[in-house]
């Protein structure tokens, strides 16, 4: 299994961020511009894709990630990470239970998972998640139908209470990085911050910055 031993990850969501930019392109360039700039990472999550689509993207983004040394997560499809070799899997609050998943691929596979407060960060540690995401910590239009955001302030009891790499998600822009790293965040997942910028070298290199 894979060491968790970056600290930002970068989620792609082609249906958000190619409408979103002027200078919509592939999602394999832009990851692959992401990657170039040092982001060690990734995690597919493009829940409008057919299997088929999915599958396809995580082979040539797994040839990519590995030439640039980064890891490659799946959102929710454990299916699809283990056929493509992926690092890992990313949970949702729908997915195939943590356990199932260790099951099913024992070792070859970091189960990360999703939560929105403390109790799901527990319970994900209880069941064997590897890693969680915590979100949404910030006000994010995709988020917007699930009320309001959790803020940075539960990322420190969670720390506390929950023995797990903690990464923050949902509307972090570089201006609030450090805000999250000091509530004790190990590192940041992030969508538009990234994707939708007209240069994603440059504002992957201003995280990195902010991250070290
Ligand atoms: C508060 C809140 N946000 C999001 C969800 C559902 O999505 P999630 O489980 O975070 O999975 P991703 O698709 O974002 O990876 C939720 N249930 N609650
Ligand atoms: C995928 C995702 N999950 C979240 C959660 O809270 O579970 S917030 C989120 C969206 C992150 O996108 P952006 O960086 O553009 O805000
Ligand atoms: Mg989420």
């Known amino acids: 299994m894979a060491n968790i031993d970056f600290q930002l990850m970068l989620i792609t969501d082609t249906a958000a961020t190619t409408a979103a930019t002027a200078t919509a392109r592939p999602i ?33 983004l797994r040839q990519i990630t590995k030439h640039f040394g980064a890891l490659l997560f799946i959102n929710d499809r454990v299916d699809v990470a283990l ?5 890992g899997v990313q949970l949702t609050g729908t997915s195939i239970p943590i356990d199932a998943v260790r099951r099913l691929a024992g070792d070859k596979l970091l189960i990360g998972k999703s939560t929105h407060s403390l109790d799901e960060a527990f319970d994900a540690r209880k069941k064997g998640a590897d890693y969680i995401l915590l979100g949404p910590i910030y006000e994010t239009p995709s988020k917007a139908k699930y009320g309001e955001p959790i803020g940075p302030e539960v990322i420190l009891k969670v720390k506390h209470r929950v023995k797990l790499p903690v990464f923050a998600v949902g509307g972090i822009k570089p201006h609030n990085v450090k805000e999250v790293m000091e509530f004790g ?15 994603i070298a440059d504002v992957t290199e201003k995280y990195l910055e902010l991250l070290r």
């Not at 056929?83 to 690092?87: P, R, S, T």
Request: proline fraction near 0%.
């Open 83 to 87: 056929c493509a070799e992926a690092d």
């Open 185 to 199: 965040a190990d590192g940041i997942a992030v969508i538009s911050g990234i994707l939708s910028s007209d240069n």
């Open 28 to 60: 394999t360039e832009a990851v692959e511009e992401a990657l170039k700039a040092g982001v060690k990472a990734v995690q597919i999550r493009e829940k409008a894709m057919s299997t088929q689509e999915l599958t396809a993207l995580a082979m040539e």
